[in-house]
């Protein structure tokens, strides 16, 4: 399907006519009826509120599909990524993995990324598999980018996490409180503080945000992807030094740095 048939397909599952589509991105209907006609295309702007709109990832509208070839179906397909990790740990002998693995499933279940259909547990599982891939095979730290969201996100405690105490003080450090418009820069500024005490809760929080950078076009709003952005450039420089400075990370460093970087200047170009 192409750009125009997405934009179609989706709208009318919506029950939205095209003025409607029209008046809340803000452009004419005859704009709405090009774009799916695939005359014309939304530029950047549009489209970030085409997907607010009709509530959908960006990624859903300029997808174009070819063939039966289903690319995220398996670049995304957080079964295999599960297995891999399994058997990595069995192994490399990993008993706080195996069990953060199981523990992430069952926490994370029927649960999604923003505005998109994708099971939430690909985001650890990424930073699992991520972690690997750069010859990281620390016990406590494949098993807290398992687990490094299932106390904010999904109403556990730290004590009743199946690992040792050491993975769950990594946990404790990735997870911060909530925070509103008022409190949020001094509720960062602390958390932040603490994990730059942690080389290895600093690289878990590395591995979080090139996975959160890579999809936030998903479905966060243009504000939302504003402050990921502004957040980034705030923190990440010394979340980077803090690796840097510990040998056994130094492989893992630049690798970070240039993929954080790299994101952070696309999207700035885009927006």
């Keep these: ?126 930073l699992a598999c991520h972690a690997l891939a750069l010859n990281i095979i620390e016990d406590d730290v494949i098993a807290a980018c398992l687990l490094h969201d299932v106390v904010e996100d999904c109403g556990r405690t730290l004590e009743e996490l199946p690992v040792d105490d050491d993975t769950k003080e990594l946990v404790r450090l990735l997870t911060h409180g909530s925070t509103t418009d008022e409190n949020r820069e001094e509720v960062m500024d602390a958390y932040y503080g603490e994990i730059l005490k942690n080389p290895k809760a600093a690289l878990i929080k590395c591995l979080d945000r090139c996975h959160n950078l890579t999809t936030m076009s998903w479905g966060l709003s243009r504000e939302r992807v504003y402050r990921m952005i502004k957040e980034t450039e705030k923190y990440y420089p010394q979340l980077i030094k803090a690796i840097k400075a510990t040998t056994e990370y130094n492989n893992a460093y630049w690798l970070l740095q240039y993929q954080i970087e790299s994101m952070l200047d696309i999207y700035k170009r885009l927006m």
């Design 1 to 126: 399907m192409s750009i125009g048939q997405n934009i179609k397909s989706i709208r009318e599952e919506r029950k939205l006519t095209q003025e409607q589509v029209a008046e809340a991105v803000g452009v004419s209907f005859q704009a709405v009826s090009s774009w799916e006609r695939d005359e014309y295309r939304p530029d950047t702007d549009k489209l970030i509120k085409l997907a607010e709109v009709l509530d959908v990832s960006i990624s859903a509208i300029a997808e174009e599909k070819h063939g039966t070839f289903k690319t995220k179906e398996v670049i995304y397909n957080w079964e295999h990524m599960k297995t891999y990790v399994k058997t990595t740990a069995r192994n490399f002998k990993l008993p706080n993995t195996l069990k953060a693995v199981d523990y992430a499933v069952e926490a994370h279940e029927g649960q999604k990324r923003k505005r998109s259909h994708t099971p939430y547990i690909y985001h650890p599982l990424n």
